[in-house]
């Protein structure tokens, strides 16, 4: 009983703390870091919104015996924001990782923690600066490297889906997300 208590406590403290209950306000112009940015920033919001309030039994849910369940599909998206987050700090992506031990509370402070810090890096920055930035693996001795480019239809496009899938699963799990999310505005209503 009081492993459940401090747990919820320990979600209930973090819950307040963390970004994204709504999106931040836009930059003041459309340069490729604010645009790179804005991008995270609704990551941020949606992935905030959909696993906002999961139980044990959405965690759980996966929509096919041989998929991923919802907390594997969290514990890849957590994955996701790590190589979202090392490309501007210029750190290569350890693999294989497990994230197994992790807490969905973990999980998801980890994750929008990673996905904020992400966005204030690439903020303000010009072309020039993003040409600089690769999306590197190291397996071993080896290391592997990608422009940028491929962090927007790699691993940004990826737990953009993801997330969206979490909303599928939970849904399919007869716990909707909240209805007054507006990924339009990057607003919730009370």
Not at 33 to 46: P, Q, S, T
Request: hydrophobic residues 35%; aromatic residues 10%; proline residues 6%.
């Amino acid at each position: 009983m009081c492993i459940i208590l401090f747990s919820a406590q320990a979600q209930e403290s973090t819950e307040t703390d963390l970004p994204y209950q709504n999106i931040p306000e836009h930059p003041e112009d459309y340069g490729p870091g604010n645009v790179i940015a804005r991008m995270i920033d609704g990551l941020g919001y949606r992935y905030y919104w959909a696993t906002e309030g999961l139980t044990d039994k959405d965690l759980q849910f996966a929509p096919a015996d041989e998929a991923r369940n919802l907390m594997e599909t969290l514990q890849h998206i957590y994955g996701l924001s790590e190589t979202i987050v090392n490309a501007p700090k210029g750190v290569a992506n350890e693999r294989p990782q497990d994230w197994s031990a992790l807490s969905y509370v973990e999980l998801r402070t980890l994750t929008l923690s990673r996905l904020k810090q992400a966005s204030e890096l690439c903020r303000g920055k010009r072309a020039e600066d993003i040409d600089k930035m690769q999306v590197s693996f190291k397996n071993g001795e080896k290391q592997f490297d990608f422009p940028y480019w491929n962090m927007l239809n790699g691993p940004l496009a990826d737990a953009i889906y993801h997330t969206g899938q979490v909303v599928s699963f939970r849904r399919a799990s007869g716990n909707p997300m909240n209805p007054k999310v507006n990924v339009f505005t990057g607003k919730t209503t009370e």
